[in-house]
């Protein structure tokens, strides 16, 4: 079946980059995404990315796949307070609309 | 209007009580999803409406029943609950079950019961 798993926290310095890092098991996933969850509050698509492609970028956020490995990355560069929140990877089982969410990996950011 | 919005925010019922959340978007999206999420977890969906029509249903206990009575509105009814359903109860939507843009998810409702 589908599993999805991520690291559950990550502390950085303000200004510096985070990498948040994710793998999946189905290898038929077409799209990959990636969630933002501030306290109290619901889930903010950040960004997706396609399975025939290595890398999205978009301004502060760049998305690395390595489909070989099943492996997701995403890199926040000059990291803000603000960027402080879960961030869950997810996976869509084909044609079902079926979301299946990683456990989430809490950004610390320290001033 | 790019929005899921859901009410009420928050909810406190009794183990007895009947009550609904609601959820609406004007996106003209055709896939609508109810997702529970606990504290500290992801969300784990709950049911899935596409056209309308109930499509998944993830063997969710039938206090819990869903309603979707147009293209724009989906409803939850909760009847005769238990303390472990307290949650954060997040609806979304998406242009339909097959699209590949993710979903537009809710603020939520939180539901505490007592």
Not at chain 1, 19 to 47: F, H, M, R
Not at chain 1, 51 to 76: A, E, G, P
Not at chain 2, 60 to 87: G, I
Request: charged residues 20%.
């Amino acid at each position: 079946g589908e599993d999805v798993e991520q690291s559950l926290f990550l502390s950085v310095r303000e200004g510096d980059s985070s990498v948040i890092n994710c793998t999946y098991t189905d290898s038929s996933s077409t799209y990959l995404y990636w969630y933002k969850q501030e306290p109290g509050a619901g889930l903010q698509l950040l960004t997706y990315i396609f399975s025939n492609m290595d890398m999205k970028q978009d301004q502060r956020l760049t998305v690395l796949l390595n489909k070989k490995d099943k492996h997701l990355s995403l890199r926040i560069a000059d990291t803000q307070t603000g960027d402080s929140a879960i961030y869950f990877c997810a996976e869509r089982v084909s044609n079902t609309g079926k979301l299946i969410f990683g456990q989430g990996t809490t950004l610390q950011v320290k001033p | 209007d790019t929005e899921v919005t859901q009410t009420p925010k928050h909810l406190v019922m009794g183990m007895t009580n009947k009550k609904s959340l609601k959820c609406e978007q004007h996106m003209g999206h055709r896939a609508m999803y109810w997702y529970k999420q606990k504290a500290k977890k992801p969300p784990e969906l709950m049911f899935v409406y596409s056209y309308e029509k109930l499509s998944i249903n993830e063997s969710v206990p039938s206090r819990f029943s869903p309603e979707c009575p147009n293209s724009s509105l989906l409803n939850l009814h909760l009847h005769a609950l238990q303390p472990e359903d307290s949650a954060l109860y997040l609806c979304a939507s998406s242009q339909d079950a097959s699209s590949n843009y993710g979903y537009t998810f809710g603020s939520g409702t939180r539901l505490t019961v007592v």
